[in-house]
């Protein structure tokens, strides 16, 4: 599994972000939309998700990795033993309340949110990198489910009419008004 930074690199670290996306991701969508919207040609990341979801979900992962490595660290020392709420998920519980009955670790969580959501939404400004990413995941989900998806492979030209698609739709079109008749221009 990647780690949490190789995570935090997003789309520009494809196969990590791609291990995030089918992993974590997805889940906040359930299975039946994820797989119904990628078995279409044009099926992009940044057009299923909004940058919120991917921001929410990796602040998730980044605030409850400590958790969880010393939940993993309480099982190999137990010998695996299964629902062990060991020396992690108290370190946790004990972390809330820094004493002056404010929360620190919320507002710590929707400073980083912040941070994330706008992280996201300057790499979805890269276009080409979006494109790069989308391909490399379409074959990295063809690969990891097998088939399961019903996934079509994606040629070069799907990236480039889907690029070309969205170029079309954000021309401007200006309006000129003469008199009584309205004129685009």
């Not at 080409?128 to 040629?155: A, I, Q, W």
Request: proline fraction near 1%; charge should be negative; include cysteine.
């Amino acid at each position: 599994m990647p780690t949490i930074a190789e995570f935090q690199e997003g789309r520009k670290n494809k196969d990590a972000y791609s291990f995030f996306c089918y992993f974590f991701l997805r889940r906040t969508i359930g299975h039946a939309s994820f797989k119904d919207y990628f078995a279409g040609e044009n099926a992009s990341i940044s057009a299923l998700f909004t940058e919120s979801d991917e921001a929410f979900v990796l602040v998730i992962l980044e605030t409850s990795a400590e958790f969880w490595t010393a939940h993993a660290e309480d099982l190999r020392k137990k010998g695996g033993t299964k629902n062990i709420q060991g020396d992690g998920a108290a370190k946790r519980r004990n972390k809330k309340d820094n004493g002056d009955g404010e929360d620190t670790e919320k507002a710590t969580f929707v400073k980083r949110y912040n941070v994330l959501q706008k992280q996201m939404r300057a790499e979805r400004e890269q276009k080409e990198l979006c494109n790069e990413f989308d391909k490399h995941f379409r074959e990295y989900l063809y690969k990891t489910s097998g088939g399961l998806f019903g996934v079509p492979k994606m040629d070069e030209n799907v990236a480039a009419r889907a690029n070309k698609k969205e170029e079309e739709e954000e021309e401007e079109v200006e309006i000129v008004f003469r008199g009584k008749n309205a004129t685009a221009v």
